[in-house]
């Protein structure tokens, strides 16, 4: 019989609890200093079959292995910090942001989310409530003018909101039915 059953279990014992206990790698020097009296103690009142070299030697490698749990417990905690302290700089970042955003749109009159909350019916948005659709409602109005230069003014916001189409994108196929059905086709 040998010391390694005994070996086995208290490194089992620090190293699960360097492991799985959430708690600071400072808190943890007690179960250190356990785990190697605990040998200590066993092999000087118990005794030991190993030779005194071998157990010099398993106490020695114990400690070791005691150590490196304990600078990996540290590693990961300091890990864990840096990415905490990161997701912090991320959401203020964030916030800064969205707020001088807001401030922006405050600034220049737009509506707020809330105004168009207020505007909107079940949920969704209705054209009106918006820029785009106060922009084209206007073509049809009294106040209309020429349609051509009501559809010139819409070409900057069209192209600034991205639904504007490019006449180099479009291509007609004057020979092809693109589709048949209701709504007037």
């Known amino acids: 019989s040998t010391d390694t059953r005994i070996l086995m279990t208290i490194n089992i014992y ?37 030779r005194s070299s071998d157990i010099k030697h398993n106490a020695t490698m114990l400690s070791g292995l005691i150590v490196c749990s304990a600078l990996a417990k540290r590693k990961i ?71 051509c230069q009501g559809l010139a003014k819409l070409i900057p916001m069209g192209k600034k909101e991205h639904w504007l189409l490019d006449t180099d994108d479009v291509h007609l196929l004057p020979d092809r039915v693109l589709g048949t059905g209701s709504f007037g086709a």
């Not at 905490?84 to 916030?95: A, I």
């Open 14 to 50: 620090v190293g699960v609890s360097h492991m799985l206990l959430p708690v600071r790698w400072r808190v943890l020097w007690p179960i250190e200093v356990f785990g190697l009296a605990c040998y200590g103690v066993l092999v000087g009142l118990i005794g030991s079959p190993e």
């Open 77 to 147: 905690e300091r890990h864990e910090r840096k990415a905490f302290w990161s997701l912090v700089r991320e959401k203020t970042l964030r916030v800064e942001t969205e707020f001088r955003l807001a401030s922006t749109i405050s600034e220049l009159g737009v509506p707020s989310q809330s105004d168009v909350a207020v505007a909107s019916v079940g949920g969704t948005s209705l054209p009106e409530t918006t820029l785009t659709g106060e922009r084209f409602n206007s073509l049809s109005g009294p106040e209309s003018g020429n349609l």
